[in-house]
Nanobody
C-alpha cells in the first residue's frame, strides 16, 4: 500500500523559505510522477507543480513559478518542494500526491498534509 508523508511545514515570516518533504513507503517514488498541492482555509485544493519520471516539471499556478521548485532524492525516497520568497497568501495546508503513473498530473494517493503559515 502506498503511503505518503509530508513534513517540513511551520511558521515563517514573509520573504522567508521553507522546504517541504514528501516521503513515500510502499512505492519507489523515483519511478513515478509526484505532485504538490495546497488548500487554504475556505478555498478549494489547488495544484502547484509536478515532477514526472523524466524529471520534467509542470507548473500549474503562475504565482509560484518563480518561487517554488520540486526535486527528488531517490536515496531517501523523498520529493521536495522548495519554497522561496514566501507570501502571506501562501498560507495553506500543503499536500503531495502520486497516482503511480509516469507523467503528470497526479491525483490518487495523498499524504495527510503539512501546515504552512506565512506571517509576521
Amino acid at each position: 500500500q502506498v503511503q505518503l508523508v509530508e513534513s517540513g511545514g511551520g511558521l515563517v515570516q514573509p520573504g522567508g523559505s521553507l522546504r517541504l518533504s514528501c516521503t513515500g513507503s510502499g512505492a519507489t517514488l523515483d519511478y513515478y510522477a509526484v505532485g504538490w498541492f495546497r488548500q487554504a482555509p475556505g478555498k478549494e485544493r489547488e495544484a502547484l507543480l509536478c515532477i514526472s519520471i523524466r524529471e520534467r516539471r509542470e507548473y500549474y499556478l503562475d504565482s509560484v513559478k518563480e518561487r517554488f521548485t520540486i526535486f527528488r532524492d531517490g536515496a531517501k525516497n523523498t520529493v521536495y518542494l522548495q519554497m522561496n520568497s514566501l507570501k502571506p497568501e501562501d498560507t495553506a495546508v500543503y499536500y503531495c500526491a502520486t497516482d503511480l503513473s509516469y507523467s503528470c498530473p497526479v491525483n490518487d494517493y495523498w499524504g495527510q498534509g503539512t501546515q504552512v503559515t506565512v506571517s509576521s
